[in-house]
């Protein structure tokens, strides 16, 4: 019987949250969902990549069954995993330039 995926937040992607800090801070509205973009992502190695409104997100298994995640650039998703996505129109070529780079998302994430 497979384990069931959990989302636990980690405190380095939470406000108060400093750029010197590891880690990039998630939005707030990702928080209330992030079960549901762990729930809708897929496993590439030994992490799990979601999609949710253009940005892109990246789980890390801490425990058994017990995941974290935190939004990462478009240039760290796996090419196969972004193109998949796109040809299922889950994100578009457009949402994917926009936040290419950990700056673009930054910027993103301050307006």
């Known amino acids: 019987m497979a384990i069931k995926s959990v989302y636990e937040p980690n ?7 400093h750029h010197r800090k590891s880690g990039t801070l998630c939005p707030r509205w990702s928080r209330d969902i992030a079960q549901e973009i762990l729930e809708a992502s897929d496993r ?14 990246k789980g890390h298994e801490h425990a ?5 995640g ?9 090419p196969k995993l972004v193109n998949q996505w796109i040809r299922a ?13 950990v700056e673009d998302i930054q910027h993103h994430l301050k307006r």
């Open 11 to 17: 405190p380095k992607h939470k406000e108060p949250w």
């Open 44 to 57: 590439c190695g030994q992490s799990r990549f979601g999609v949710r409104d253009g940005m892109a997100f």
């Open 64 to 68: 058994p069954g017990r995941w974290h």
């Open 70 to 78: 935190h939004p990462i650039a478009w240039n760290e998703v796996p």
């Open 89 to 101: 129109e889950r994100v578009t070529r457009r949402e994917v330039r926009e936040l290419r780079t």
